[in-house]
């Protein structure tokens, strides 16, 4: 006697069953708690500092303006590329076009990592429903094996065998349950508690 196995009630049993990952979430916790980007939000607020200061004149010791009640002079220098837009400003724009692409990278690395890890999370959960429903299916096969077997009518071959399917199922859901466990750590390593 064989049983019939059907595909169309453990389909329904993963979508009911299934836990639901909020990824754009995950991805936004990841990237707040990214110690790499906050440091690099502060290189940016530096840069864009250093940027606007290096407008201010140089001010040095000369002749070029004077006050007429004192020997001290000052030596006010304002560069006129400097003032539109010269070697330094230029300079300053490339530092924080290069700091905010190294974080924009990252980001996008971030939301990557968290995808694969839910995607590789479901895909585990599935498996692991997959798993419960087939060793179901197996505990209610061997029933009936073990059955004739007392009758008489079972042989001890198909019997040992089926007792082997369960074993291997048994390790396929425990390796299910590991890889869950496993992509659950990944993931709250980079989010935090998920």
């Known amino acids: 006697?064989?049983?019939?196995?059907?595909?169309?009630?453990?389909?329904?049993?993963?979508?009911?069953?299934?836990?639901k990952y909020p990824v754009e979430e995950l991805?936004?916790?990841?990237?707040?708690?990214?110690?790499?980007?906050?440091?690099?939000?502060?290189?940016?607020?530096?840069?864009?500092?250093k940027k606007w200061t290096s407008?201010?004149?140089?001010l040095g010791m000369g002749n070029n303006f004077a006050?007429?009640?004192?020997?001290?002079?000052?030596?006010i220098n304002w560069d006129l590329m400097e003032v539109l837009g010269g070697g330094r400003i230029r300079q300053g724009n490339l530092e924080i076009a290069k700091l905010k692409l190294q974080k924009y990278e990252l980001e996008n690395k971030l939301k990557i990592e968290i995808l694969e890890y839910v995607l590789a999370l479901q895909q585990a959960e599935r498996r692991l429903i997959s798993d419960n429903a087939k060793i179901d299916m197996l505990?209610?096969?061997?029933?009936?094996?073990?059955?004739?077997?007392?009758?008489?009518?079972?042989?001890?071959?198909?019997?040992?065998?089926?007792?082997?399917i369960e074993m291997k199922l048994r390790d396929d859901k425990a390796s299910a349950e590991d890889e869950i466990t496993l992509q659950k750590a990944k993931l709250e390593q980079l989010v935090g508690a998920i």
């Open 55 to 58: 407008l201010a004149p140089n």
């Open 139 to 164: 505990k209610k096969r061997l029933l009936l094996i073990e059955a004739e077997y007392r009758r008489g009518k079972g042989e001890l071959d198909s019997l040992t065998k089926y007792w082997e």
């Open 27 to 49: 991805q936004q916790k990841a990237i707040q708690n990214s110690e790499l980007i906050k440091l690099l939000d502060q290189a940016i607020k530096v840069a864009e500092s």
């Open 1 to 19: 006697m064989i049983l019939n196995f059907s595909f169309k009630s453990l389909g329904e049993e993963i979508k009911s069953s299934s836990i």
């Open 67 to 75: 006050s007429k009640n004192s020997d001290f002079r000052f030596n």
